[in-house]
């Protein structure tokens, strides 16, 4: 989730938190549904962002780049808006999104769509937190 949130919540209450470092879910969560964030051709770069700004609207998506991968995290519940908001930004409706539910776990599932569909296709499948969502065509390069 939001680390640097938990630990300033721990600190109110006087606990000084240790700090493990790991593997970003944001990394760990495509790579388990086999979706690398980057791969030599298809994408040089990886933008991070949550599903939300810090007033609680629908961030600002980051202009689009064919050689760009984009990882929403806690989005889910604002997917369709997201969606309209990256076409409306310029993003082609048939870009890839894939959706790793549970990752890493025995319940982990992966659904993939495009950003015209994806949303449509969440809500069928009752897909729900926690959820990674990649935006870009390393979605299914590994099935290529």
């Known amino acids: 989730g939001r680390g640097g949130e938990e630990v300033v919540e721990f600190r109110r209450f006087g606990v000084e938190p240790t700090i493990v470092p790991g593997i970003s ?8 549904a086999m979706t690398p964030v980057t791969h030599r051709g298809v994408a040089n ?13 629908t961030p600002i998506v980051p202009a689009f780049d064919k050689e760009q991968t984009l990882v929403l995290l806690m989005s ?6 997201i969606c309209e908001a990256m076409i409306a930004q310029g993003y082609p409706p048939d870009t890839p999104v894939g959706i790793c539910e ?8 992966e659904i993939a769509g495009t950003i ?4 449509r296709l969440a809500e ?9 969502i990649v935006v870009g065509d390393v979605v299914g390069t590994l099935d290529r």
């Open 25 to 32: 879910s944001a990394l760990a969560g495509p790579m388990a």
């Open 124 to 132: 069928e499948e009752r897909v729900r937190a926690p959820a990674i």
């Open 102 to 109: 549970r990752a890493t776990t025995p319940q982990q599932r």
């Open 45 to 57: 770069k990886v933008t991070f962002c949550t599903g939300m700004d810090r007033f609680e609207n």
């Open 116 to 119: 015209a569909n994806i949303a």
């Open 76 to 81: 889910v519940g604002r997917l369709g808006q």
